[in-house]
C-alpha cells in the first residue's frame, strides 16, 4: 500500500498532520466552538423552502459572484457597505486562504501574534506564505507598542490579527488595530469569527475601513447563527480588495445551494441570533465559577473561555474525558479551551471540573 512517503509530497508538508479537533462520540462536546443549540424548525423550513427551489435548475452553474448574498451580507454588517464591499466563501478560513493567494504566496510573508486561530499558519503553509509567529504579553495581551514594535521589525506582506481572539477570547483595543495598519507595508486582516458575543461597548474593526484601503475585516456564519456545517465566511474591505481576490478564487466556489441556505438563515437572523444573549450567560458563568475556584481565567468576549489547569493539561483534559466532557487542548501548557454552550452543558463541565 503507498504512504505519503512514496509520494513526491512538498518537503515542507512532509510529517505534517491535517489541522482538526478531535471528533469524539460523548454527552458533552465543548471542543470546537460550535454553537450548541440546533436550528429553529421555523428557520429549517425556510432553509428547505429556498435549497428546494434551487434543485431543478442544478444543472446550472450557481452565480459566480454570489451578488445577491453578498448584498445580504452586507446590509447585516451595515456601516453603510454595500455589495462591492463584501466578498463570500466556503468559511472564513477559505476567505483567508484567498487573502494570502492575492497578498501572500513564495517570497512573501505573514505574521500573527501567538497564541491565536493555530489555521493561520497552515493557511499560510499551503500557500507557500513565510509565517512570522509573533508574541504576546504574559497575560495574553496585546499592546499598540508591542505590536508595533514587532510589525516593524518584520515588515510583514500581510497581518493577521484576531479580535475576539482565539484561543484567548478577548477583544483587541480599536487602537490597537489603528495602531498596526499605521505602521502594517502589507495588507491587515482582522478575523472577528467571535465577533457577535463581544461584551457590550466592544467595537468592531468595521468601524475602521472607510480610513484604510488595506484593512480587511472576516467573519463567519459559523459561530454565532449556528450555521456551522453550512460552511458560509466572509469579508468586509475596499471593493478593489475583492477585485483582488477574485483574482485567485476557484470559478463557482459557491454552490447555488448554499448560497439559497445562507440568504435564508440571514433573512432569519433575529431566531438564529436569538441564543447569543444565552450563550453569553453561560460563557460569564463560567468565567465566575472557575475564578471562583481560585484558577486563572481569560477574560473573554467570545463564546469559549480559556482557563487554566494546575499541572498538565493533557491529563485533565483526558480527566474530563472520562466524565463525558470533551474540551479543547490548544498546546498552551497548563491552559485548556472550553466551549460555552446550554446551561446543561455548562452543569456538566462544572461539575466535572469540580469533582477534580
Given at each position: 500500500m503507498t504512504g505519503l512517503d512514496d509520494l513526491p509530497l512538498r518537503d515542507d508538508l512532509r510529517g505534517r498532520s491535517p489541522y482538526g479537533a478531535p471528533q469524539l462520540d460523548v454527552p458533552v462536546r465543548l471542543n470546537t466552538n460550535e454553537n450548541s443549540y440546533p436550528v429553529p424548525e421555523s428557520v429549517v423550513a425556510a432553509i428547505a423552502k429556498a435549497v428546494g427551489a434551487e434543485l431543478r435548475d442544478l444543472n446550472r452553474y450557481p452565480d459566480r459572484d454570489a451578488l445577491?448574498?453578498?448584498?445580504d451580507l452586507a446590509e447585516y454588517l451595515g456601516h453603510e457597505l454595500t455589495t462591492a464591499h463584501v466578498w463570500a466563501a466556503n468559511g472564513s478560513n477559505e476567505v483567508q486562504q484567498q487573502l494570502l493567494q492575492a497578498f501572500g504566496g513564495p517570497g512573501r510573508t505573514a505574521l500573527g501574534f501567538t497564541p491565536a486561530y493555530s489555521m493561520h499558519p497552515l493557511l499560510a503553509l499551503g500557500t507557500g506564505t513565510g509565517w512570522v509567529p509573533a508574541t504576546r504579553g504574559a497575560d495574553f495581551g496585546l499592546t499598540a507598542a508591542d505590536a508595533v514594535a514587532q510589525v516593524r521589525e518584520h515588515r510583514p506582506d500581510v497581518v493577521f490579527l484576531c479580535s475576539p481572539n482565539?484561543?484567548?477570547g478577548t477583544a483587541l483595543d480599536p487602537d490597537v488595530v489603528a495602531a498596526v495598519l499605521a505602521a502594517a507595508p502589507g495588507m491587515v486582516v482582522?478575523?472577528?469569527?467571535?465577533?457577535?458575543?463581544?461584551?457590550?461597548?466592544t467595537a468592531s474593526a468595521l468601524t475602521l475601513l472607510p480610513r484604510h484601503p488595506r484593512l480587511v475585516v472576516t467573519r463567519t456564519m459559523s459561530k454565532a447563527f449556528g450555521f456551522a456545517g453550512g460552511r458560509l465566511g466572509y469579508l468586509a474591505a475596499d471593493p478593489a480588495v475583492v477585485d483582488a481576490v477574485q483574482l485567485v478564487r476557484l470559478p463557482y466556489h459557491l454552490s447555488s445551494l448554499t448560497q439559497a441556505a445562507a440568504r435564508a438563515a440571514l433573512a432569519h437572523r433575529d431566531a438564529l441570533l436569538g441564543t447569543v444573549e444565552?450563550?453569553?450567560?453561560?460563557?460569564?458563568?463560567?468565567?465566575?465559577?472557575?475564578?471562583?475556584?481560585?484558577r486563572r481565567v481569560a477574560d473573554s468576549d467570545a463564546n469559549f473561555v480559556l482557563f487554566e489547569v494546575a499541572g498538565d493539561q493533557q491529563a485533565t483534559w483526558r480527566t474530563l474525558l472520562e466524565r463525558g466532557v470533551l474540551v479543547r487542548d490548544v498546546g498552551?501548557?497548563?491552559w485548556l479551551r472550553v466551549t460555552a454552550g446550554t446551561a446543561a452543558e455548562t452543569d456538566a463541565f462544572l461539575a466535572a471540573m469540580?469533582?477534580?
Amino acid at each position: 500500500m503507498t504512504g505519503l512517503d512514496d509520494l513526491p509530497l512538498r518537503d515542507d508538508l512532509r510529517g505534517r498532520s491535517p489541522y482538526g479537533a478531535p471528533q469524539l462520540d460523548v454527552p458533552v462536546r465543548l471542543n470546537t466552538n460550535e454553537n450548541s443549540y440546533p436550528v429553529p424548525e421555523s428557520v429549517v423550513a425556510a432553509i428547505a423552502k429556498a435549497v428546494g427551489a434551487e434543485l431543478r435548475d442544478l444543472n446550472r452553474y450557481p452565480d459566480r459572484d454570489a451578488l445577491a448574498l453578498r448584498a445580504d451580507l452586507a446590509e447585516y454588517l451595515g456601516h453603510e457597505l454595500t455589495t462591492a464591499h463584501v466578498w463570500a466563501a466556503n468559511g472564513s478560513n477559505e476567505v483567508q486562504q484567498q487573502l494570502l493567494q492575492a497578498f501572500g504566496g513564495p517570497g512573501r510573508t505573514a505574521l500573527g501574534f501567538t497564541p491565536a486561530y493555530s489555521m493561520h499558519p497552515l493557511l499560510a503553509l499551503g500557500t507557500g506564505t513565510g509565517w512570522v509567529p509573533a508574541t504576546r504579553g504574559a497575560d495574553f495581551g496585546l499592546t499598540a507598542a508591542d505590536a508595533v514594535a514587532q510589525v516593524r521589525e518584520h515588515r510583514p506582506d500581510v497581518v493577521f490579527l484576531c479580535s475576539p481572539n482565539n484561543p484567548t477570547g478577548t477583544a483587541l483595543d480599536p487602537d490597537v488595530v489603528a495602531a498596526v495598519l499605521a505602521a502594517a507595508p502589507g495588507m491587515v486582516v482582522v478575523d472577528e469569527a467571535y465577533a457577535e458575543f463581544a461584551r457590550p461597548g466592544t467595537a468592531s474593526a468595521l468601524t475602521l475601513l472607510p480610513r484604510h484601503p488595506r484593512l480587511v475585516v472576516t467573519r463567519t456564519m459559523s459561530k454565532a447563527f449556528g450555521f456551522a456545517g453550512g460552511r458560509l465566511g466572509y469579508l468586509a474591505a475596499d471593493p478593489a480588495v475583492v477585485d483582488a481576490v477574485q483574482l485567485v478564487r476557484l470559478p463557482y466556489h459557491l454552490s447555488s445551494l448554499t448560497q439559497a441556505a445562507a440568504r435564508a438563515a440571514l433573512a432569519h437572523r433575529d431566531a438564529l441570533l436569538g441564543t447569543v444573549e444565552a450563550i453569553k450567560e453561560q460563557r460569564d458563568r463560567i468565567v465566575r465559577e472557575l475564578r471562583r475556584s481560585g484558577r486563572r481565567v481569560a477574560d473573554s468576549d467570545a463564546n469559549f473561555v480559556l482557563f487554566e489547569v494546575a499541572g498538565d493539561q493533557q491529563a485533565t483534559w483526558r480527566t474530563l474525558l472520562e466524565r463525558g466532557v470533551l474540551v479543547r487542548d490548544v498546546g498552551l501548557p497548563g491552559w485548556l479551551r472550553v466551549t460555552a454552550g446550554t446551561a446543561a452543558e455548562t452543569d456538566a463541565f462544572l461539575a466535572a471540573m469540580e469533582s477534580m
